[in-house]
């Protein structure tokens, strides 16, 4: 009988799916951590939580992703589990302008609430939809740049960019994070002053 052997990874970091319910939050995430995906929608009940170790950048990292619920009665609840995220990932659906419309909405609330060197990704979900399509890229595009996030169009219903997306995103985190130890692990030149004072030396004789 052979085990699967677990790769050890160099460094584990968290990512958080926010955005309104029914964009497809947990489709994305399953798709990326499993390559699964479901027809049947049921909504996220608090948190839902996957992990996925992958290679990013010659790292081995493990990443868990939080998923949280989308609807307003669970929004209280989803603002614990920013702490220590490293990145949140905005997914709204691009043949929903309301689930485009609370973007900012979204961006608000993780400005508050995650720390300060969060990276951030924009995701328009269900880009397969192309003929109920209500939100351009351009448009989805401008709204990312506004907010200083990546952006993807993604479809996780066919597999489209979701891994592309995850790792937009993943690269910037581990090279911040990598780039970060390696100024810390550097050692500090000090310069010692000679604060002695100098000797006298015996004035020469005049003949």
């Known amino acids: 009988m052979t085990t699967l052997e677990i790769p050890r990874a160099d460094w584990q970091c968290k990512l958080v799916?926010?955005?309104?319910?029914g964009v497809g939050k947990t489709s994305v995430m399953r798709r990326f951590t499993d390559n699964e995906f479901s027809?049947?929608?049921v909504a996220?009940?608090?948190?839902?939580f996957k992990v996925r170790t992958i290679k990013v950048k010659e790292k081995m990292?493990?990443?868990?992703?939080?998923?949280t619920a989308g609807q307003e009665?669970?929004?209280s609840i989803t603002t614990a589990y920013y702490r220590g995220a490293k990145g949140v990932i905005i997914v709204y659906d691009i043949t929903s302008l309301k689930s485009f419309s609370h973007?900012?909405?979204w961006v608000i609330n993780f400005n508050r609430w995650a720390g300060d060197d969060v990276q951030a990704l924009l995701v328009g979900n269900k880009c397969d939809l192309e003929d109920q399509r209500?939100?351009?890229k351009m448009a989805g595009e401008k709204l990312a740049k506004e907010h200083g996030m990546e952006f993807s169009e993604t479809s996780a219903k066919d597999c489209t960019n979701v891994d592309i997306a995850f790792m937009r995103i993943l690269e910037k985190i581990v090279e911040k994070h990598f780039k970060k130890e390696e100024k810390s692990d550097r050692p500090k030149t000090t310069i010692k002053l000679d604060t002695s004072k100098p000797s006298r030396r015996p004035a020469c004789c005049k003949s």
């Open 103 to 105: 973007v900012n909405n």
């Open 17 to 21: 799916v926010i955005g309104d319910s």
């Open 134 to 136: 209500v939100v351009t």
């Open 39 to 41: 027809f049947n929608f």
């Open 73 to 75: 009665r669970f929004r």
């Open 44 to 48: 996220t009940i608090g948190i839902d």
């Open 61 to 67: 990292i493990k990443v868990q992703i939080w998923d």
